[in-house]
């Protein structure tokens, strides 16, 4: 079959059904209805003949016909955006599609570079579109493991191999608990004991219990991926839960968060730039690597 651009369109929106894991969780990352993401998906089966996956109410499952179009999606649109960004690049100026992963919540870090480096690259190329997904950790290396992102900003404990992996600075994150939770009004000779019996947040950032070994009680009745979820379920007062301090600040400021023993529930974890060794050719990639390494002085 020949590729028009309304098949690009709709492989773009297939890929992120897939990644996401169904259509209504693709909503948010395409910032289209539910209704529309079916008909379009439709679309793309009529037009290639082939059923994708299998939606109903058992749930969302690609079939293996989906498997192998999404693989081959996912080279298509790479080699499209390698083509245009060459392309520009005999030109003498940066175009293209310029996509970020990133982990929440870094706007409220202080240290955080992006939008500077957004400001010097907007300024060398007028023609850059920028696409910043926020997701979970584990996210941002995958959307960069398979093209889908050029760069990513985030946190690992165990890196990709395929991909590179530069410290730019390290976030703290302390234990908190909110008004209404036991631990926020005790005393600090009481927080031994009582710490024992609150029930901590499992996250994503790092794997809880056998990471921080902290001796907390890791019950797994609340977990969330992204801070934001992590802060909904403090702010419930039934809660404890590791945040950013940059983020939590917010709260501390109101009276409304408590740092726990922050002396002794505290952590670092390095926030890293990740780039894959596949994307050395591409000229939008190195001038976002290169910004980045100037802003933040790495």
């Known amino acids: 079959m020949q590729v028009h651009d309304v098949d690009l369109r709709l492989l773009r929106v297939f890929v992120a059904i897939v990644e996401c894991g169904g259509l209504s969780a693709a909503e948010s990352r395409l ?7 079916s008909a ?32 081959a999606s996912i080279e298509l649109l790479q080699q499209c955006e390698a083509f245009a960004n060459t392309v520009a690049s005999s030109k003498n100026e ?29 300024g060398k190329g007028k023609n850059i579109q920028f696409d910043i997904n926020v997701c979970e950790a584990r996210e941002v290396e995958t959307a960069v493991a398979n093209g889908r992102s050029l760069v990513g900003i985030g946190v690992s404990r165990h ?3 395929g991909l590179d992996y530069t410290a730019l600075h ?44 902290d001796g907390l009680n890791y019950q797994n009745s609340a977990v969330a991926y992204h801070d934001e979820g992590i802060a909904h379920l403090i702010l419930s007062g039934e809660f404890i839960g590791y945040l950013p301090d940059h983020y939590a600040q917010f709260w501390v400021d109101k009276g409304i968060f408590k740092a726990i023993q922050p002396s002794k529930y505290h952590y670092d974890i390095p926030v890293v730039l990740i780039t894959s060794k596949t994307n050395a050719s591409s000229p939008l990639a190195n ?3 290169d910004e980045i390494r100037r802003c933040y002085s790495v």
Do not use: W
């Open 159 to 161: 890196h990709i191999r």
């Open 287 to 289: 001038a976002m690597i």
């Open 94 to 122: 940066l175009s293209g599609r310029l996509s970020i992963a990133m982990i929440d919540t870094m706007v409220s870090d202080p240290r955080c570079a992006i939008p500077r480096v957004i400001a010097k690259l907007k």
């Open 31 to 37: 910032n289209i209805g539910r209704s529309t993401i």
């Open 170 to 213: 390290n976030e703290t994150n302390f234990l908190y608990c909110a008004v209404g939770h036991p631990l926020f009004e005790c005393e600090d000779k009481q927080i031994d004991e009582l710490i024992k019996e609150a029930e901590v947040i499992t996250s994503n950032y790092m794997r809880d219990k056998e990471s921080r070994n």
């Open 40 to 71: 379009h998906l439709s679309d793309l089966e009529v037009r290639l003949g082939i059923k994708l996956c299998k939606r109903g109410r058992s749930g969302f499952e690609i079939t293996d016909a989906g498997a192998i179009t999404y693989q």
